[in-house]
């Protein structure tokens, strides 16, 4: 894998470079990004890369130092000229310098640079195919959720060694973004960490390890207990942060420390699980440090959480859609010591699609095509409330759901209300002739809608419902009373008692024989 060194004085430009390309995907190592000439010397001294994209203008070294310094001692090393000066001075000077390819960086497409890297003859490697130290910090992130997981010098000497000479005590520190009025996409996300990468990485008590999911996560160092106040460290690197990602990415910054630990013997899976949880606190209360020591007390059990959920299946059930804001949501964080995680709201959120879709099952009976018809609106619903990053923007989520359900069960019961008209209408004409035109009339339906929209919302058709109908009221007629098959037939409206014999064991999947000697039984 080749790797790309960047070098250029402007924040935003730095950013762009780092997420304008997957440079992975595209088979590159991205080494490191430098604000200045001198630092990017520095670093190419540790580990010389295979190119450098570097600026021409810069405070101090610039871009053409730049070039001499490292030419003179790793002559492999290529560069590609990023500036926002096109004359052709600038140009002749790059040419000269043995500069490869010359761009100017606010014009820049993805293609066109991927195409000049590729393009470059690459000669044998520079210098070590992977940085020791990087590859001990990525290994950390990706086993420190493991019980067995000791970060020591057996293990990790590189950053056990580079942890100690700062100091004896360390926190695991979690850094996310959050915006309270949009949802947060990929490459803004990505544009998070670049930013936040680079500005924690100039502090000497911070060891970054790399991104997990949506947080950038690391270690904060302190020499030793009691010397700098717990709160210190974390609020100046908060107050940094937050102020630089506003003023370049229009977002706030939230950052989850566990408690201090000490290195010796340092354990890193408590203190993940406390940077994690304490991070999460900003749904409550918004962008902020939050430590572990500073967490509120207590959390739901599992006897208020199942009381919760007998609540909402209660009301669900009872359609009581008004009264749920005052009686069921509120209450949830008003518990005594209470304060459910973000994973926890998002449990109750599934918790109450999975019942309202329960009860459409249930109470309305439908077919699988109109659940899916009625329920699209509350998936969006489901959507939002799962990106909340607020308490009220969850609960905003919450109540639209709910009053998308309610809108839902008002036309179900209005669209319903013409299956009931019809069944109090079977109710009163089984005994007899009962015609499907009848039926539809009955409704100020066509024959053939009444037809469609009868199977769509029973799931059977309008013949077989009538015989159901009849089948059970012979069957209440046989338990309580004397009367012969014929005279049941007749009383349940069938031409003849052969054909009710015929009907009856289609519907019952039993004779009429059986069913009798089985209702002769005595019970065992």
Known sequence: MRKIMIVDDETLVRIGMQTIIDWEKEGYLLTGVYSSGEEALEAVHAHPPDVIMTDIRMKGMDGFALIDAVKKKYPRVQFIILSSYEDFEYTRQAIRKGVHDYIPKHRMEPADLLQILNSLTYKEETGPAVDPLLAE??????????????????????????LMAKGGEIRWIRMTCMSEDKTIGASVRKAFHALAAELLGRWKQVELLG???????????????????????????????????????????????????????????????????????????????????????????????????????????????????EAWFRRVKEE???????????????????????????????????????ME?????????????TFNGFGAGM?????????????????????????????????????????????????????????????????????????????????????????????????????FVRVFKKVTGRTLSEFKNQAKEPES
């Open 137 to 162: 910090k990525e290994e950390l992130l990706e086993k420190a959720g493991e019980p067995g997981c000791v970060l020591n010098a057996a293990h990790f000497p590189l950053l056990y060694n580079s």
């Open 211 to 325: 991104i997990r999911g949506d947080a950038l996560e690391g270690l904060a160092v302190y020499p030793e207990m009691g010397e700098e106040p717990p709160e210190e460290l974390t609020g100046r690197l908060f107050n940094e942060l937050d102020q630089n990602i506003r003023e370049k990415l229009n977002l706030r910054t939230v950052l989850g420390a566990s408690r201090r630990f000490a290195l010796a013997g340092f354990q890193p899976l408590l203190a993940r699980q406390e940077a994690e949880a304490a991070s999460g606190r900003f749904f409550y209360d918004g962008s902020g440090v939050y430590r572990a020591e500073d967490a509120a007390a207590g959390t739901l059990t599992e006897e208020k959480r199942y009381a919760l959920y007998k609540t909402a299946k209660q009301l669900i059930a009872s359609d009581r859609f008004e009264a749920f804001n």
């Open 336 to 374: 005594a010591g209470a304060q459910p995680t973000l994973s926890e709201w998002h449990g109750f959120a599934d918790m109450m699609h999975t019942l309202l879709l329960d009860m459409l099952i249930d109470k309305y009976q439908l077919q699988e095509a109109a659940i899916q018809s009625h």
């Open 377 to 389: 609106r509350l998936q969006v619903s489901l959507a939002k409330i799962k990106g909340a990053q």
């Open 399 to 499: 109540m639209e759901m709910i009053t998308g359900m309610k809108a839902v069960s008002a036309e179900l019961q209005q669209e319903r209300g013409w299956i009931r008209k019809i069944s109090e209408w079977l109710e009163s004409r089984y005994t007899g002739p009962v015609r499907l035109e009848d039926a539809a009339e009955c409704v100020n339906f066509s024959t053939g809608y009444f037809s469609q929209r009868f199977h769509q919302e029973t799931g059977m058709v309008f013949t077989d419902y009538v015989a159901q109908l009849r089948i059970r009221k012979a069957i209440d007629l046989m338990r309580t009373t004397g009367y012969s098959t014929e005279e049941i037939a007749h009383r349940v409206g069938f031409v003849n008692a052969n054909y």
